[in-house]
């Protein structure tokens, strides 16, 4: 499979700050010191265990930062798998340069092949459904874009990328505007219709007012059973698109996509994924 890619242009704001963090105020005191002048290498970013890859456009990005000329080359593309051992990219030119670029490429690129991975092992367990596995909004501070392109590396779908992309009313809405029905009928009122609407209930007897009110075209059911989540899913009848949200573990998802629900979010995705053991040799 392969993805359209975000522009460079958009990402480079964020890669450059990462460089200028670990570049600090003087640049790689090391490698000015003790690496001559003019010397060249060919190095190899090469995974140390199986995955699936996400981050080489980012990587690719953070080493031109350091020097355009150095010869960047993708050799598994965001979205493929991976072996332990391949050669994900080359990178060729000045060895000061690469060596500069190293950790901030190896820190995105190990993160977001993490995400990658394990968004690909949930998305495994609901082959044969319809269900679509989705993120949250539980991403690391300033790296939400890419964490969520690693999401869809691993064959997930984005939920919101901000507050201001959809209408979510969560449960604190509804406490603090006075219930389901005062949230909804507020909705109606001020919402534009371009503008989707999202729901969450945790109870049926919930999901029964909100089918009643309308206004609606996604509920999120929170934190229920498979039994429950079989009966909302009953309940709805093609109504609204179902989300199940809440306790989404490996080992339960396939048992919730039976459900019949249509997407699965998980904030495990993004804010519990390890890190994958890539290395850039010389």
Not at 62 to 82: K, M, N, S, W, Y
Request: proline share 2%; aromatic share 4%.
């Amino acid at each position: 499979m392969s993805f359209a890619t975000v522009p460079d242009l958009v990402l480079e704001p964020m890669i450059r700050h990462a460089l200028m963090e670990d570049l600090g105020s003087y640049g790689d005191v090391t490698t000015r010191a003790v690496i001559p002048s003019g010397t060249s290498y060919d190095a190899r970013l090469n995974a140390r265990e199986d995955a699936v890859v996400s981050g080489m456009q980012v990587a690719a990005i953070a080493f031109r930062l350091v020097e355009p000329a150095l010869e960047v080359i993708t050799h598994i593309a965001d979205g493929q798998p991976c072996k332990k051992g391949d050669t994900l990219m080359t990178i060729k030119g000045a060895a000061a340069s690469i060596l500069s670029g190293e950790r901030v490429a190896l820190n995105f690129a190990g993160r977001l092949t993490g995400i990658a991975t394990k968004t690909a092992g949930f998305v495994a367990e609901t082959r044969g459904t319809h269900a679509r596995v989705t993120c949250t909004r539980k991403t690391t501070p300033g790296l939400r874009l890419v964490e969520k392109l690693a999401v869809l590396h691993g064959g997930g779908f984005n939920h919101r990328y901000s507050l201001s992309d959809a209408i979510l009313i969560k449960d604190n809405h509804i406490a603090a505007a006075g219930g389901v029905r005062q949230v909804l009928e507020a909705t109606k009122a001020h919402a534009s219709h371009m503008m989707t609407v999202e729901i969450e209930v945790d109870r049926l007897d919930q999901l029964a007012e909100v089918l009643e009110v309308g206004g609606a075209s996604v509920v999120l059911l929170d934190n229920m059973d498979n039994d429950t989540l079989r009966q909302a899913v009953a309940m709805v009848d093609g109504a609204m698109k179902t989300e199940a949200s809440g306790n989404v573990t490996l080992d339960r998802i396939a048992s919730i996509a039976a459900t019949g629900v249509d997407y699965i979010s998980s904030g495990a995705l993004t804010h519990s994924a390890r890190t994958v053991d890539l290395g850039l040799d010389f």
